[in-house]
């Protein structure tokens, strides 16, 4: 199997193409180019015009606002999967963040004009868009959620959890990204996921530079549930 | 012009309804259903099957997440204008919030089969469903940005502009919705809500009951700017 065959394979495995009648599965890849960034590199800039739409392949993406006094806020982080400016791309609207890789990503790039023409003959590739745009409206409102109902040490501590594979008793992985994304992702100060760091000791969790260890994850699941309890 | 072709003519006017050809518009509208509800009524349920969209004609729609462990928060507030579980309904999934009217609400209720039905002949219906869903994600970031960049003052500040007529100098408004509702929409505990509206006299608004009145809007943004430079 020839290397191009092989990544269109992968690409099927994507939940953006996984649905897509055949025809319109090549349709967009013939058009669609794999792209690797390196940390800080941008995928597109808030205010250009909606050119592209990107699934992402590998690594994770970060996007950010910049308010009128210069100051970045940093929206939500996207990883593998999970698709990117869909909906504007396909609108032709302006991008309203900018877009950022977090370190190493692969992205697949999809240009914007090709989407919208076969959506409109491709009534599952419509169904498709809508998908990662109720998906995104989803992740939006789990992290409003998470930013008005819990405490830095459940944001925290949640965020370790969902780093071990499910059904794991015990875990050591690497953090996905920096502690200043991390923070900025959580909405947290950095000093303050550093306090929660420490403070995590209790609960078993051992993070040293960008590797996690946790020892139990029933027990922070439990302390999870503790902290709910408190509220 | 009966009163049946009177109400028609106004839902042409929202945004959900006015890019729609005659023939969508009155296939939708014939299955329509115009809704009053009282604060404290429930459009839907999180956890149920969505069966409708809604098009909210007038008043505020909240809507809220209940937690495992029975914490209720509020997600965001829609007004008039806006579209509800306009994506959940078509791609038919579960919907994971619960809709309340925070007061007098009217809605234009739309059976979920039916536009899916129409979006799959109409493309301007599928492209006005997209459209409706990229706004939500919009504004969904922009609470994000606010939870994670501003502080309660400046929440606050920006949420009693947001009530005056653009290029008006003073006004007198009608709080939207109820403070505890203010408060939860803002991410704020009802107490720094109120903590929040004294110090506002200082910068001429007055708060009594649910009337405010802004005597120099100007002032205001300036105000905002000044706590915007101090962050």
Redesign the interface.
């Given at each position: 199997m020839s290397s191009q065959a092989r990544n269109l394979e992968a690409l099927r495995l994507l939940p953006f193409f996984a649905a897509l009648a055949p025809a319109t599965f090549e349709k967009l890849t013939a058009a669609a180019r794999i792209e690797r960034m390196r940390k800080g590199e941008t995928l597109y800039r808030q205010g250009e015009k909606a050119a592209s739409l990107f699934v992402i392949v590998e690594g994770f993406v970060k996007?950010a606002?910049l308010?009128?006094?210069g100051?970045e806020?940093?929206?939500?982080i996207f990883g593998r999967g999970e698709t990117i400016a869909e909906?504007?791309a396909?609108?032709g609207?302006n991008h309203?963040?900018t877009a950022e890789a977090t370190g190493a990503v692969t992205v697949v790039r999809l240009p914007a004009a090709l989407v919208a023409q076969v959506?409109?003959e491709a009534?599952e590739l419509?169904?498709t868009?809508?998908?990662e745009?109720?998906a995104?409206?989803?992740a939006?409102?789990d992290?409003?959620?998470t930013?008005?109902?819990q405490t830095a040490d459940q944001r925290v501590l949640r965020f370790i959890l969902s780093l071990c594979p499910p059904n794991a008793k015990s875990c050591s992985v690497r953090l996905p990204y920096t502690k200043g994304d991390i923070a900025?992702s959580l909405?947290l100060k950095q000093e303050t996921l550093s306090r929660s760091f420490s403070r995590l000791k209790a609960a078993g969790v051992e993070i040293d530079g960008r590797d996690a260890h946790i020892s139990d994850t029933a027990a922070l699941a439990a302390e999870i549930?503790r902290l709910?309890?408190l509220?």
């Open positions: 996007l606002r308010s009128s006094h100051e806020t940093v929206i939500h909906s504007v396909v609108l609207d309203t963040t959506a409109r009534p419509s169904l868009i809508l998908q745009s109720s995104k409206i989803w939006l409102m992290e409003i959620e930013l008005k109902a900025a909405g549930e709910n309890k509220v």
